[in-house]
């Protein structure tokens, strides 16, 4: 498989498939710009929450609110928003219908 390369803020990051150090589920490492998803990591919920929880630490270190981009516990919480949205059957219908569902006055 090729390199690829994921959209975070105005860069891109390698996203890699391979070992985590310590117990961890996935890394993400902004000197490099890259996303390691720990090769235990298999079935595609926790892949891509694990995937969007590094993803949000990147966003947030690449927008300038470095800060906050080590900060677990938001960064946990923009993930599970994200999944909500992704997994609720209402939420999936408004993505992909996005403008057939907004209002107008």
Known sequence: ?????????STYYRLRHGKV?????GEC???NKIITIDSSV???SPWSHTFWHEWFHGTFYENGY??????EALIEASAQALMRMFSDP???IL?????????TP
């Open 42 to 44: 298999r079935d595609y």
């Open 29 to 31: 490492d902004y000197k």
């Open 90 to 92: 209402q939420g999936r």
């Open 21 to 25: 150090p310590g117990d961890a589920l």
């Open 1 to 9: 498989m090729g390199k690829v390369l994921v959209p975070v803020a």
């Open 66 to 71: 470095e800060h906050m981009a080590d900060n």
């Open 95 to 103: 993505i992909r219908d996005m403008l057939k569902h907004l209002e």
